[in-house]
């Protein structure tokens, strides 16, 4: 399986760009998969998920109403479209998919199987 992010860039405060993420592979027995996000010196973060067969959404509470993560399954494709970007929201962006069954809802990065390349997201003041 390999997943391939794109979309990120640099955008002002207030915009509201969306990331993009394909995955090639069988993805039959994927779980779910979801986007986390790191800035230097930091651990990564946690940002959204998305269960791969019911659509069953799951958010930060940092994000929980401004970004709105969704899939294709037929077209292999997750995406997260981010509104009222602020700042803080500066990091790159890695998708990412789980296989073995972990739960959604305690979701860690370290629980991931797969990840995508990270795509840059900066937002300027």
């Known amino acids: 399986v390999q997943l391939q992010a794109s979309g990120g860039g640099l955008v002002q405060t207030g915009a509201s760009p969306r990331l993009s993420c394909t995955v090639s592979?069988?993805?039959?027995?994927?779980?779910?998969m979801g986007w986390f996000r790191q800035v230097p010196g930091k651990e990564r973060e946690f940002v959204a998920a998305?269960?791969?067969?019911?659509?069953?959404?799951y958010y930060a509470d940092s994000v929980r109403g401004r970004f709105t993560i969704s899939r294709e399954s037929a077209e292999k494709t997750l995406t997260l479209q981010m509104d009222s970007l602020q700042p803080e929201d500066t990091a790159v962006y890695y998708c990412?998919?789980?296989?073995?069954?972990?739960?959604?809802?305690?979701?860690?990065?370290?629980?991931?199987?797969?990840w995508g390349k990270g795509t840059q997201v900066t937002v300027s003041s």
């Open positions: 990412s998919a789980e296989f073995t069954g972990r739960s959604l809802t305690t979701i860690m990065w370290y629980g991931m199987d797969y």
């Open positions: 592979g069988d993805t039959s027995t994927m779980n779910y």
């Open positions: 998305i269960s791969w067969s019911g659509g069953y959404t």
